[in-house]
């Protein structure tokens, strides 16, 4: 008999709705929330009531889409976290809702760990190679940046993490220091393309371990550009496309030294990138040299599948479903959701 699994994304600022079945995609809608953009940065509150409206249309149309009936759904999958509370809210009250209306099991997923599996969605007609266990990954977004040692489908251990921002975030508030839109690190990837990634030298963190540190870099960032801005007020005008290189470069290197030091530690060389930042271009050449260079084996997502999205979430609730791993509806949302 065939799995059909509803998966449902809603942590952050992107509504989305998918469709899985026995492990193959059949649709994948997301709803983007433009608000955000004039305010700099994700407001909540905004994310809450923009996700409250577009639940019911993008589900609706995942299930147009890939020609099911909700009658053949199996199970709802839903990010449980991390994220904000009141945009986990509103998937995890729909998801009980349809979960009891289909009487259909309802399953729970980290937000993280669904980053990682968009290696495993097979697509209709494509072919895809995907890592063997145990692999490493780096999972670098918005809100997290974990080298993650891959078990087995959903068992995966941190080696490695941030202690304070994430790559995104650095990509984010450097953009915002040279004036480049929400969220700024698809701009600072395509300066990057045209500027000189050595004009400029930025702070970067010592720490011994596997794991990261960012804020470091971001106030060096900002420090240098406010005191050449004294000097030339026309600098950040003058010097767009190097300052844009040179931090992306500085970020690359940070994210890939450590990678390097958890290959040497584990023995481990299949790499596999996951997450938001994982589109940037810089990191996938990175990437690309280190499988010509040190014979890596390298598994990079496509670009669709590096932001959130509902497809991640039901994979991972294909595999939870497959060893019937399901929730209860007392379950609640979860802020911090570590796994
Ligand atoms: O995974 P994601 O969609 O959301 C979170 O779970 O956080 O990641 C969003 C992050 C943002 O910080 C955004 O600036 C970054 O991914 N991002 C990029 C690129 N595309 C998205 N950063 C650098 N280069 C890109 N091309
Ligand atoms: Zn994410």
């Excluded at 809608?29 to 996700?51: F, M, W």
């Excluded at 040299?289 to 390298?298: A, E, I, S, V």
Aim: charged residues 20%.
């Amino acid at each position: 008999m065939s799995i059909t699994i509803l998966g449902i994304e809603s942590s952050c600022d992107d509504t989305s709705a998918a469709i899985i079945k026995d492990g193959v995609l059949l649709s994948n809608v997301i709803a983007n929330q433009d608000i955000h953009k004039a305010y700099g940065g994700v407001v909540p509150e905004l994310a809450s009531r923009a996700h409250q409206q577009n639940i019911i249309p993008v589900v609706d149309q995942a299930i147009k889409l890939a020609n099911v009936s909700k009658k053949d759904v199996s199970a709802i999958a839903f990010t449980r976290g991390p994220g904000l509370l009141g945009s986990l809210l509103v998937g995890t009250s729909f998801s009980k809702a349809f979960s009891l209306a289909m009487d259909i099991p309802l399953v729970e997923i980290n937000h993280l760990q669904a980053h990682i599996l968009v290696h495993f969605i097979k697509e209709i007609d494509k072919e895809k190679k995907t890592p063997e266990f145990p692999f490493l990954c780096l999972l670098v977004s918005g809100g997290h940046t974990q080298i993650v040692v891959v078990k087995n489908y959903l068992e995966m251990e941190i080696i490695g993490q941030t202690i304070d921002d994430a790559a995104g975030e650095a990509f984010d508030k450097c953009a915002k220091v040279i004036g480049l839109p929400y969220p700024g690190g698809p701009f600072i990837d395509k300066n990057a393309k045209q500027g000189n990634k050595n004009a400029f030298i930025f702070n970067k963190p010592r720490i011994k371990n596997l794991d990261y540190s960012f804020s470091g870099l971001k106030t060096s960032f900002l420090y240098s550009v406010r005191d050449s801005l004294k000097k030339n007020p026309d600098f950040i005008k003058e010097n767009m496309m190097d300052l844009s290189a040179s931090i992306q470069h500085t970020i690359i290197e940070i994210l890939m030294n450590k990678l390097e030091l958890a290959v040497k530690q584990t023995g481990i060389n299949q790499i596999a990138v996951a997450g938001g930042v994982s589109a940037n271009s810089g990191l996938r050449d990175a990437l690309i040299n280190k499988t010509h260079d040190l014979g890596w084996q390298t598994f990079i997502p496509e670009f669709k599948f590096t932001t959130d999205n509902a497809a991640m979430i039901a994979i991972t609730g294909y595999y939870k479903y497959l060893n019937k791993e399901f929730a209860g509806q007392d379950i609640t949302p979860l802020a911090r959701f570590p796994f």
